[in-house]
T-cell receptor, first 114, second 114 residues
Framework: QKEVEQNSGPLSVPEGAIASLNCTYS??????FFWYRQYSGKSPELIMS????GDKEDGRFTAQLNKASQYVSLLIRDSQPSDSATYLC??????????????FGKGTKLSVKP | DAGVTQSPTHLIKTRGQQVTLRCSPK?????VSWYQQALGQGPQFIFQ???????QRGNFPDRFSGHQFPNYSSELNVNALLLGDSALYLC?????????????FGPGTRLTVL
């Protein structure tokens, strides 16, 4: 059973701080990794994708991938109250062509306090 | 650039009934995936359609079926509804021909089964 694990939280950080969200996955053959943000009652919105070991930065967001440790993380710098949401880690196991299905964690709820 | 659209937004059905949900992919996308998201959980993969065929299927019973049309839009049908089918149903589109596996989600359909 392929699994993606996340701490459910809630993770509470003060405004302006760095929020660190973590995710582990069980399938060592996984090819691609995604972070989605989901506001309450809304659908998931793509924040970052990462395919290679190392860091990938986009604005205030940095995704980190370590395939040897089967670990993905998302850092949010200068956290804002508008970042308060549930963050979903998703993994593409990489079978069925380039378009595998996505396996999601349960999400980590982030709360940024003003 | 038109994003992923879904209809209806909300739906209330009773046990035993049948329901059809609809999805139009993002402009230029050719692959549609359906997910079920129960409250407090991450999305779970139902199935994926490409070239009008079901390419992959998750661990869902045959009561869940689908279709993809020549214009890439898709339907999800659920027969003999159970209380446990109450969830947010998400459609995601992606572009197979581009060799990219990034999936973009629509706003979802909230199904309530009474």
């Amino acid at each position: 059973q392929k699994e993606v694990e996340q701490n459910s939280g809630p993770l509470s950080v003060p405004e302006g701080a760095i929020a660190s969200l973590n995710c582990t996955y069980s399938d060592r053959g996984s090819q691609s990794f995604f972070w989605y943000r989901q506001y309450s009652g809304k659908s998931p919105e793509l924040i970052m994708s990462i395919y290679s070991n190392g860091d990938k930065e986009d604005g205030r967001f940095t995704a980190q991938l370590n395939k040897a440790s089967q670990y993905v993380s998302l850092l949010i710098r200068d956290s804002q109250p508008s970042d308060s949401a549930t963050y979903l880690c998703a993994v593409n196991p990489g079978y069925g062509g380039s378009q595998g299905n996505l396996i999601f964690g349960k999400g980590t709820k982030l709360s940024v306090k003003p | 650039d038109a994003g992923v659209t879904q209809s209806p937004t909300h739906l209330i059905k009773t046990r035993g009934q049948q329901v059809t949900l609809r999805c139009s992919p993002k402009s230029g996308h050719d692959t549609v995936s359906w997910y079920q998201q129960a409250l407090g959980q991450g999305p779970q993969f139902i199935f994926q359609y490409y070239e009008e065929e079901e390419r992959q299927r998750g661990n869902f019973p045959d009561r869940f079926s689908g279709h993809q049309f020549p214009n890439y839009s898709s339907e999800l049908n659920v027969n003999a509804l159970l209380l446990g089918d109450s969830a947010l149903y998400l459609c995601a589109s992606s572009l197979e021909r581009g060799g990219l596996d990034t999936q973009y989600f629509g706003p979802g359909t909230r199904l309530t089964v009474l």
